[in-house]
């Protein structure tokens, strides 16, 4: 993991109007990269050990967090995001938690691949967030079961070691490890809340699967196509072709002069259209 601009400590109380205004977050360099861990391409979180509060599939939700201060339950304060109850010590005499103790959830990336970076969202959670989060990775073929995973055999590597966090805020840590991912174990020490997981990096398809598939769309996000560069980034990147995950448009600053304007789009398999064609969703490698 490389050191980014970081947020720790908790949030001032809610005081009423925008609750964005005060909301902690700086520009990370990975971002540039797709959200592994969109919901729009298959991504889900497959299991956690506590959900009490708030469901854990809340963390995959495309669109940020939101919050309504008269929203309250059964509960008590309903929020949008993954929130555990609180953890208690084993007996009288030891009434906090142990070291060890901590909240995990499972997460399915949509689209395997080699992670750039995560972003572990506070989003209103001003003072009940997680002391501090680890990330790990691992990638096991097919559809294992939770079970499967926590499995003794199953090798996890550390993506974000255990590292302090703060209250609404983006919280953002470069990933190196140079790996293929499908899976990732996150972890709460000891427990709180979380609002969103955005997981950015390079899709890295089963060469199996496409095997299998024989003919696909060899630009589109899922199966490694990314847009490499473009001439202008004034307002937007362009959208990776066939993505359902990818921005509606890409916008350009506006010309005064007659010139050209224009984006490469690269393929992670490595095939290129076949000669004389523009890339179309049945184009076949060769």
Do not use: C
């Not at 609750?19 to 497959?46: H, N, S, W």
């Not at 972003?119 to 990775?137: I, K, L, M």
């Amino acid at each position: 993991m490389t050191a980014t601009a970081s947020f720790t400590g908790d949030a001032n109380p809610y005081g009423g109007g925008d609750p964005y205004a005060d909301y902690r977050t700086t520009d990370f360099p990975f971002t540039q990269y797709a959200d592994l861990a969109d919901r729009r391409l298959g991504a889900g979180v497959i299991a956690a050990n506590d959900e009490f509060f708030a469901q854990r599939e809340n963390l995959l939700v495309p669109e940020r967090a939101e919050f309504d201060p008269e929203h309250f339950g059964h509960k008590g304060k309903i929020m949008d995001g993954w929130e555990t109850r609180r953890r208690r010590g084993a007996s009288a005499g030891h009434p906090w938690p142990t070291d060890e103790d901590h909240d995990w959830a499972l997460v399915r990336l949509g689209a395997p691949g080699v992670i750039r970076g995560i972003v572990v969202d506070t989003a209103h959670f001003r003072g009940n967030y997680p002391q501090a989060v680890s990330v790990e990775g691992t990638s096991v073929p097919g559809s294992p079961s939770p079970e499967q995973l926590l499995g003794d055999d199953v090798k996890w590597t550390t993506l974000v070691p255990r590292t302090e966090i703060g209250g609404h805020a983006a919280n953002g840590f470069a990933v190196s490890a140079e790996q293929r991912f499908t899976h990732l174990r996150v972890n709460q020490h000891p427990d709180g809340g979380i609002a969103r997981l955005r997981v950015y990096g390079e899709v890295v398809p089963d060469p199996g699967w496409l095997e299998a598939l024989g003919t696909f769309d060899v630009v589109a996000l899922e199966n490694g196509g990314r847009v490499e560069d473009a001439s202008d980034l004034f307002y937007s990147r362009p959208p990776t072709p066939s993505s359902p995950a990818a921005p509606a448009r890409w916008t350009t600053a506006g010309r005064r002069a007659a010139a050209a304007t224009g984006a490469t789009t690269g393929s992670a398999t490595g095939w290129p259209p076949r000669r004389g064609s523009a890339p179309s969703r049945s184009t076949r490698r060769t």
